[in-house]
């Protein structure tokens, strides 16, 4: 078979995987796998920029938040239906990619980190600032009236899990397409040296653009679906926490593979979800487990499974 | 201009600090055949074409690409016009495999036609002897093999000016044959700008031998000419031949 075979195999074998386990896991474990597609669309939109083109953002979260708020002030204060604040709020956190790429993709390695840390931070402080709509902090509460989608109550277990899904699924399977793309191939390219790739006659310039804006969308859109399906927006996404969060699931699932988002949030949210049956210092066996993943897996889950076993693995 | 030129360069001139790499160079590439800079050490080969490829800013002069001043562009838009470059350190793109290295390369005129895209790579790694290797990791291969590698990254992008820097350096004897005779078997198919420490090489190669020193052009000729030239041994030699 070939690797082009597997790899579609694979992507639609954990689709299949997901629906089948809709039937057969407890409720509470339902709700988290809501959660958890919900939050891998966020981290494959962080993987595009950082796993492919090798651009590490420290500021995703305002991207996060430029959906979610996006999405929730255009319900809120707009009075929009469900489907158009959908696209106000990717599209909002689409253009805040934009102007921050025009800026901060003249600088590269720490500067850039450092930059969109800057940025993201002050969205932070721009939410907290205009408190009055926002409510800051304390965020408000998008009523079960006003995420009706189609007609379709997400408020409902099952609502909920296949909207998460269906939106999960799109993001997986296009991101997994865009990859294979020759423009795809140019990020990596630029990833792997770009000094090369410019000399190739490629605008790396204007392909980081379009690799944030991308990614910035797909982190808003991941925004748009948490606002959507939990029915909280709240300044408490837009802070440094939530910038890290996409950074350590990428990392600890395989950055630049395509499954690699998922599995590492999953693993994250059940490494904390297990140890805290245990013990009040579940952070500390975390933490430890994270340690150790990065110094016996640097790759990642799948970035090793993909360098040891399965080499044709996406 | 001149038709016969596909290049030319007018005053170019850089600066680092204080320092003149190069001073008023008025150069000019005859098409179709292969010219070889040379020069000691420090002579500003590389800052020369570092600046017709776009790499370098020039401080001041004009760079004339097929009649076209080019001196405005940046470098990928020169290269989109058909000049290829190869680095003087080797600079492949080490975590992909050879095939997908040569696929980038070719890709950027060639990625919306797959199967063209597919014969072009084949053919070019046939050419250069490294098609057993395609599915090898770059970063695996052994340095001989990675410099043929980045020139078929050069020949896969079709180019009409093939820039050239220190492309023998570290190749073993036998690799520096099998390189001398790809250079021979690409003339009149394109226009070669090579940049070459290894006279062997050069003797073997250039049709026209242009010699820089201290960041100026000291002689230009036939490798017959430069061959006799006073200055130019004087310069390699540090012998005043005038005493």
């Not at chain 1, 950055?255 to 805290?276: N, Q």
Request: hydrophobic share 50%.
């Amino acid at each position: 078979m070939t690797s082009f075979n597997k790899s579609n195999l694979l992507h639609f074998g954990v689709l299949a995987g997901l629906v089948i386990l809709f039937f057969i896991l407890p409720t509470y474990h339902v709700g988290v796998l809501s959660r958890v597609m919900v939050m891998a669309i966020y981290a494959m939109g962080f993987n595009l920029l950082f796993g492919y083109t090798g651009l590490l953002s420290l500021g995703h979260a305002m991207f996060f938040a430029a959906g979610m708020y996006g999405f929730g002030l255009a319900i809120k204060f707009g009075g929009f239906p469900v489907p158009a604040a959908f696209v106000v709020g990717v599209l909002s956190a689409a253009l805040l990619a934009l102007v921050v790429g025009l800026l901060a993709l003249r600088t590269a390695g720490v500067a850039f980190m450092i930059v969109t840390l800057m940025f993201a931070q002050t969205a932070y402080l721009v939410v907290l600032y205009f408190g009055k709509y926002t409510r800051g902090d304390e965020g408000f509460i998008l009523q079960q009236a006003e995420r009706s989608l189609f007609g379709l109550d997400v408020t409902t277990e099952t609502g909920r899990y296949f909207t998460a899904f269906t939106l999960f699924a799109v993001c997986f399977i296009a991101l997994a397409k865009l990859v294979q793309t020759p423009f795809g191939k140019r990020l990596v390219a630029i990833r792997e040296n770009e000094e090369r790739a410019r000399m190739l006659g490629y605008d790396a310039g204007r392909y980081k653009l379009y690799a944030l804006v991308i990614s910035g969308a797909v982190s808003g859109l991941a925004g748009v679906s948490y606002a959507l399906l939990f029915g909280y927006v709240g300044a408490t996404f837009s802070t440094v926490q939530y910038s890290i969060f996409p950074l350590l699931w990428v990392l600890l699932g395989g950055a630049g593979t395509t499954i690699g988002p998922f599995i590492g949030v999953l693993f994250m949210f059940y490494l904390i979800d297990i140890s805290s049956g245990y013990t009040n210092a579940y952070m500390l066996i975390a933490g430890v487990v994270l340690v150790l993943l990065t110094v016996f897996a640097p790759k990642g889950i799948a970035g090793t499974l993909k360098a040891r076993v399965f080499p044709w693995m996406p | 201009m001149d038709a016969m030129n596909i290049l030319e360069t007018k005053g170019l001139t850089k600066i680092y600090g204080g320092l003149k790499a190069n001073t008023d160079i008025d150069f000019k590439l005859a098409r179709g055949k292969v010219t070889a800079l040379i020069g000691p050490n420090g002579a500003g080969k590389s800052t020369f074409v570092g600046m017709v490829s776009g790499r370098t800013a020039a401080t001041r002069g004009r760079v004339f690409f097929e009649g076209e001043d080019i001196s405005h562009l940046p470098a990928h838009s020169r290269i989109q016009l058909g000049l290829a470059y190869t680095f003087q350190i080797t600079s492949v793109f080490r975590g992909l495999s050879v095939y997908e290295n040569v696929e980038l390369a070719a890709g950027r005129t060639l990625a919306d036609r797959p199967s063209l895209l597919k014969a072009k790579v084949n053919s070019v790694l046939e050419r250069v002897g490294i098609s057993d290797r395609a599915d090898q990791i770059a970063g695996d291969l052994s340095y001989g093999h990675q410099r043929i590698l980045e020139i078929a990254m050069g020949l896969a992008q079709d180019p009409k000016l093939f820039i050239l820097d220190e492309p023998t350096q570290g190749l073993a004897e036998t690799e520096v044959d099998e390189f001398v005779a790809l250079i021979r078997s690409l003339a009149g198919e394109t226009t070669i700008l090579l940049i070459e420490h290894n006279m062997k090489v050069v003797m073997a190669t250039a049709d026209f031998i242009t010699v820089l020193d201290h960041g100026m052009v000291l002689a230009e000729g036939s490798p017959e000419e430069i061959h006799k030239n006073a200055a130019v041994q004087s310069a390699y030699l540090g012998t005043n031949v005038d005493a």
